[in-house]
């Protein structure tokens, strides 16, 4: 036999030894790519081996995990050999009716993932930190979108660019929790991000077992690329720290949309466009006019009122937060507006998001008298 044969199939019986493999979806997922791609090759050697996976695939047991997580995968490494050797045949893998996809509904494609708030800009992929979803959702931090793992560098990542593209509130995916081993998801969608996907939909600069992309098209990835900026906190396990980042760019985002319109990275003409009612589509000046809002108009923010003192004599800023019966609850004091509002978010001292947005202006206006030397006066709600 020839000897890449020789080794790929010694390579998967010994996976079928295995308990674990026999229920694991990377042995399921390569024999049935084997199956799929073997008869493009006219050698009696394929042929043979061919069977052989009928055979194997005959004696499968139920499907328990996508991935076990084993540093070394045999499966997907087998049929890395096999690829290797015969490029051909990576076309003929991983089909493209792997995932289904439902327009009537965000998101599109079902997957173990949770939504939190579909308008909000961050979404969260906990790589292979399973457990690490349920307590993000239990912290529920401002400004999550959606949260959930993502196992494997090819349908796991085609499943993140078809629902981010379909929600263009999302601008930010932060990468948290352990990479999977061997099939490096998270190293992976970096790299797509990064440099995108050659013209067999290989992503570039992946080191993953199979990084081709069969569910999504080249333009899904180019918007998938400018829409969103990648946080990359790789490793992170910590809930402190990973709601605390949630927070910094939920503002960030939301600042970046109201002085430009979105939050997308690059380019965002499709985005907007999307956006835009019909009535302005197609239009040179394209514009949706502010409407003027009356000040009686402006919700109150249950958890209180904030007032700003700016001190140039030591280049502070002092923030007194009061209750509606003008009792003082707490003060903030720091030298920075960003990381006095982003104390206030993080402790959920506020509440409505266009106070947020008030507060946030107002901070920068103050930090700004200081540096000046102008007069503050803080503007009403």
Not at 4 to 30: Q, Y
Not at 89 to 103: G, K, N, P, W
Not at 270 to 297: E, H, L, N, R, W
């Amino acid at each position: 036999m020839n000897p890449t044969f020789t080794k790929v199939h010694a390579e998967i019986l010994r996976g079928m030894k295995l308990p674990r493999c026999r229920k694991c979806g990377c042995m399921r997922g390569t024999l049935e790519n084997l199956k799929a791609s073997l008869p493009l090759l006219k050698l009696k050697d394929a042929k043979e081996l061919l069977r052989n996976v009928h055979e194997w695939y005959d004696k499968l047991e139920p499907q328990e995990y996508p991935c076990f997580g084993c540093k070394y995968c045999i499966p997907p490494e087998a049929m890395t050999m096999l690829t290797a050797r015969y490029p051909k045949l990576a076309s003929a893998t991983l089909s493209s009716c792997e995932i289904q996809i439902d327009t009537g509904s965000w998101p599109p494609v079902e997957g173990e993932y949770t939504v939190i708030d579909r308008s909000a800009p961050i979404a969260v992929t906990t790589l292979s930190s399973v457990k690490l979803e349920a307590k993000l959702v239990k912290a529920n931090p401002s400004g999550l979108c959606i949260v959930g793992k993502t196992e494997t560098e090819n349908i796991g990542i085609d499943k993140i660019v078809k629902n981010v593209i379909s929600n263009t509130s999302i601008s930010h995916l932060i990468l948290a929790g352990k990479d999977t081993a061997g099939h490096q998801s998270g190293k992976t969608l970096l790299a797509l991000w990064e440099n995108g996907v050659d013209k067999n939909m290989r992503i570039i600069g992946s080191e993953g077992r199979r990084p081709i992309l069969k569910n999504v098209s080249s333009s899904d990835v180019d918007k998938f690329r400018k829409q969103i900026t990648m946080d990359d906190q790789t490793g992170c396990e910590n809930i402190r720290t990973l709601t605390r980042r949630v927070k910094e760019l939920a503002v960030e985002a939301l600042s970046s949309k109201a002085a430009s319109g979105c939050g997308c990275h690059g380019d965002c003409s499709d985005q907007q466009t999307a956006a835009m009612p019909v009535s302005f589509i197609g239009t040179t000046d394209s514009a949706v006019k502010a409407k003027k809002y009356a000040k009686t108009s402006i919700k109150l923010d249950k958890a209180g009122y904030f007032v700003i003192v700016p001190s140039k004599k030591n280049g502070s800023l002092l923030v007194e937060h009061y209750s509606y019966d003008n009792k003082l609850l707490r003060k903030i004091e720091g030298k920075s507006s960003r990381d006095i509002y982003l104390t206030i978010v993080d402790n959920k001292w506020v509440s409505d998001l266009g106070h947020a947005a008030y507060l946030g202006k107002e901070l920068a206006r103050a930090e700004l008298s200081i540096k000046k030397g102008f007069k503050f006066v803080q503007d009403g709600a």
